[in-house]
């Protein structure tokens, strides 16, 4: 079968780093994405990872390593708008996405 | 642009009724998607089409048909609705690895 593994919750404080991590066993492999979900609302893109190694955006860093089958979504200097829904997607095919149930990550003053 | 839309956003359904969910998007995407997200469960993949005129099931494609009617627009179709289809509804489209995402479509059937 296939399946991704992930927290399905994280807290943090304002300011601080957070680590969500996701474990992927599936059929096929083209790369790991992350989404942000607010309240039931349109998922958003915040990262893709084809190869080993960490992508950049802003306060957003994404780690991925093929041979683990394992990925990492870094959020430093949290703020409260970062509370949301974080899912991990595999890229199993050349348009499918399967993804994983979610991380809710909530942040607190 | 107003980049995926979905309609309706929200919909009553008695068993067995039939309904139609439809998409648009205007980024010129060839690849559009139907998801459900189920509390606790993720998105999961229903349909999709890599192109105009080709559609293909994804991981729970039973109790759904779709239509790509052209490259905007994928409509999705309950013919004969379950109180199991109870969901929110994400139609989504891409050009490459990125998916951008309607509003949802919060379907209930009683």
């Known amino acids: 079968g296939q399946s991704l593994e992930q927290p399905s919750e994280v807290t943090a404080v304002e300011g601080a780093i957070v680590q969500i991590n996701c474990t992927y066993q599936?059929?096929?492999?083209?790369?790991l994405s992350w989404y942000q979900q607010h309240d039931g609302g349109a998922p958003t893109f915040l990262s893709y990872?084809?190869?080993?190694g960490l992508e950049e955006t802003g306060r957003f860093s994404s780690f991925l390593s093929r041979s683990d089958s394992y990925g990492y979504l870094l959020l430093q200097e949290l703020q409260m708008k970062d509370s949301a829904s974080y899912f991990c997607?595999?890229?199993?095919?050349?348009?499918?996405?399967?993804f994983g149930k979610g991380t809710t990550l909530s942040v607190s003053s | 642009n107003a980049g995926v839309t979905q309609t309706p956003k929200f919909q009553v359904l008695k068993t067995g009724q039939s309904m139609t969910l439809q998409c648009a998007q205007d980024m010129n995407h060839n690849s559009m998607y139907w998801y459900r997200q189920d509390p606790g469960m993720g998105l999961r993949l229903i349909y999709y089409s890599a192109s105009e005129g080709t559609t293909d099931k994804g991981e729970v494609p039973n109790g759904y048909n779709v239509s790509r009617l052209n490259k905007r627009e994928f409509s999705l179709r309950l013919e004969s609705a379950a109180p199991s289809q109870t969901s929110v509804y994400f139609c989504a489209s891409s050009s490459s690895y990125e998916q951008y995402f309607g509003p949802g479509t919060r379907l209930t059937v009683t």
């Open positions: 990872n084809a190869l080993d």
């Open positions: 997607a595999v890229t199993s095919s050349r348009t499918a996405l399967i």
């Open positions: 599936t059929s096929g492999f083209y790369g």
